[in-house]
């Protein structure tokens, strides 16, 4: 079973860091192209950042370069986002994708509040 299980949001202060997990299964995700999205509430669906096949063609929304960093761990088959610097405008739920499979994880919440 193809599954995708984001983990890592929580509740934080303006200018600082999280770190987002998507713990990828029921397939290998070294070889997919993977992607995280979020949703602000009432806002659509948005693109976040996206990291191609062996962690090649790195790519980031406007509002994500240079505070925002995907990576992978092959081993642990998890795609990270790492979250810095962090704004209230970043609040929503992350969401990873993949897109052989087109399947979505749950979600796990940001919220930056000071």
């Known amino acids: 079973q193809v599954q995708l299980v984001e983990s890592g949001g929580g509740e934080v202060q303006p200018g600082e860091s999280l770190r987002l997990s998507c713990v990828a299964s029921?397939?290998?995700?070294?070889?997919?192209?993977m992607t995280w999205y979020r949703q602000a509430p009432t806002k659509e669906r948005e693109f976040v950042a996206q990291?191609?096949?062996?962690?090649?063609?790195?790519n980031y929304a406007e509002f994500a370069k240079g505070r925002f960093i995907v990576s992978r761990d092959n081993a642990k088959n998890t795609i990270y986002l790492q979250m810095n610097k962090l704004k209230p405008e970043d609040t929503a739920v992350y969401f990873c994708?993949?897109?052989?499979?087109?399947?979505w994880g749950q979600g796990t919440q940001v919220t930056v509040s000071s």
């Open positions: 990291i191609g096949t062996y962690s090649g063609s790195i």
């Open positions: 994708y993949e897109w052989t499979f087109n399947t």
């Open positions: 029921g397939f290998t995700s070294s070889n997919k192209v």
